[in-house]
T-cell receptor, first 110, second 112 residues
Framework: ETGVTQSPTHLIKTRGQQVTLRCSSQSGHNTVSWYQQALGQGPQFIFQYYREEENGRGNFPPRFSGLQFPNYSSELNVNALELDDSALYLC?????????FGPGTRLTVL | GQQVMQIPQYQHVQEGEDFTTYCNSSTTLSNIQWYKQRPGGHPVFLIQLVKSGEVKKQKRLTFQFGEAKKNSSLHITATQTTDVGTYFCAGATTSGTYKYIFGTGTRLKVLA
């Protein structure tokens, strides 16, 4: 067990809707990254948060936004959902030399 | 933009055979990590390599980081059915944010 939890496990939304995904780390790691993993592909880096500030961003549009809270839990918000947003969303808490991934949230956009 | 490619995309081996996956980055990496993802699961960290030419072993797994820090490999000796899954390399850029770019992955199937 990595100690990283994500909620919800599965989610179904329709195009145009907004979604919030959550991530928490039992160990209180101060750096968290979010990834999008489409079926059959590797995880794609969305962004990283360090001490509540965005600390790096991948090639994702502004409708993907995030928050990190003082307890180091984190949220990923996606506005104006598109069909291509259907994927497994993973958060990863960064340790000294490794990343601890949560089980992911499977998002389906209809 | 930076790309990390892995070959092969798929590999089927008989149990007991060896397996190797190769990872190539279009740019120099500050470090590289390897992950294993079982079907329906999430990536699980295996190892991190930092130094040029570094070689690390974990039981039947041998990891190498190239001299130019642009390529890496994972070799599994005498595969077992428990080795089934997709192996990803993830390279960190040198930007300081440690943004990890994942490779395309190699899906390993082990036939008993």
């Amino acid at each position: 067990e990595t100690g990283v939890t994500q909620s919800p496990t599965h989610l179904i939304k329709t195009r145009g809707q907004q979604v919030t995904l959550r991530c928490s780390s039992q160990s209180g790691h101060n750096t968290v990254s979010w990834y999008q993993q489409a079926l059959g592909q590797g995880p794609q880096f969305i962004f990283q948060y360090y001490r509540e500030e965005e600390n790096g961003r991948g090639n994702f549009p502004p409708r993907f936004s995030g928050l990190q809270f003082p307890n180091y839990s984190s949220e990923l918000n996606v506005n104006a959902l598109e069909l291509d947003d259907s994927a497994l969303y993973l958060c990863a808490a960064a340790g000294y030399n490794e990343q601890f991934f949560g089980p992911g949230t499977r998002l389906t956009v209809l | 933009g930076q790309q990390v490619m892995q070959i092969p995309q798929y590999q089927h081996v008989q149990e007991g055979e060896d397996f190797t996956t190769y990872c190539n980055s279009s740019t120099t990496l500050s470090n590289i990590q390897w992950y294993k993802q079982r079907p329906g699961g999430h990536p699980v960290f295996l190892i991190q390599l930092v130094k040029s030419g570094e070689v690390k072993k974990q039981k039947r797994l041998t990891f190498q980081f190239g001299e130019a820090k642009k390529n890496s490999s994972l070799h599994i000796t005498a595969t077992q059915t428990t080795d089934v899954g997709t192996y990803f390399c993830a390279g960190a850029t040198t930007s300081g944010t440690y943004k990890y770019i994942f490779g395309t992955g190699t899906r390993l199937k082990v036939l008993a």
